[in-house]
């Protein structure tokens, strides 16, 4: 396996479900991020987390709910979603160096949400 | 306030028809500017960064410019497989993990 990748790349889920996205990247990257991306706006950063540490949660419902175990993989928790909360999940990562560079960040496929 | 405009929304090109894809920005500091494209359900793909003004990057019929206020995705004699949606992102001084992105430019190339 080679770059980022999600899975599922499909979840069809009720508002009362719980259930959980997962992201590994194999580029030996510090950071990882959580993308929304809804049609026609731009990509909406939910989460990062620099080497395995949250350092950003942008005013996120409580409901999405993050987990980083390690530097290489990423989880996505969700419960109780509303149907606005489809949208394509997207998770990335990217390199932060010693004098506090980022690199470009690198996607996965995704993975397409849809709350009945 | 941190901001990046994409324009057209939508370009449609004849097969050999060369153009380019604006992208205008307003940030405090800039720290990379990048750009992607991403196919129909998938996750974006890096094409380039551009760290300073006066920078230019190829790759096949793409190339990328900066200045200080904006950047072009030039596309020479592109083809149908060079359709999809490009989008350009920018990371400010004022945010080590933050990507600005715009909402990008749908790109058709017709045969």
């Known amino acids: 396996e080679t770059g980022v990748t999600q899975t599922p790349r499909h979840l069809v889920m009720g508002m009362t479900n719980k259930k959980s996205l997962k992201c590994e990247q194999h580029?030996?990257?510090?950071?990882m991020y959580w993308y929304k991306q809804s049609a026609k706006k731009p990509l909406e950063l939910m989460f990062v987390?620099?080497?395995?540490?949250?350092?950003e949660n942008n005013s996120v419902p409580s409901r999405f709910s993050p987990e980083c175990p390690n530097s290489s993989h990423l989880f996505l928790h969700l419960h109780t979603l509303q149907p606005e909360d489809s949208a394509l999940y997207l998770c990335a990562s990217s390199q932060i160096t010693g004098s506090g560079w980022n690199t470009e960040a690198f996607f996965g496929q995704g993975t397409r949400l849809t709350v009945v | 306030e941190d901001q990046v405009t994409q324009s057209p929304e939508a370009l449609r090109l004849q097969e050999g028809e060369s153009s380019s894809l604006n992208c205008s920005y307003t940030v405090s500091g800039l720290r990379g500017l990048f750009w992607y494209r991403q196919d129909p359900g998938k996750g974006p793909e890096f094409l380039f960064t551009?760290?300073?003004a006066g920078e230019e990057k190829e790759k096949e019929r793409l190339k990328a410019t900066l200045t200080k206020k904006e950047s072009f995705l030039h596309i020479t004699a592109p083809k149908p497989e060079d359709s999809a949606p490009y989008l350009c992102?920018?990371?400010?001084?004022?945010?080590?993990?933050?990507?600005?992105f715009g909402t990008g430019t749908r790109l058709k190339v017709l045969a």
């Open positions: 551009l760290y300073s």
């Open positions: 580029l030996g990257h510090n950071a």
């Open positions: 992102a920018v990371r400010p001084a004022s945010g080590t993990y933050k990507y600005i």
């Open positions: 987390y620099s080497l395995e540490e949250r350092v």
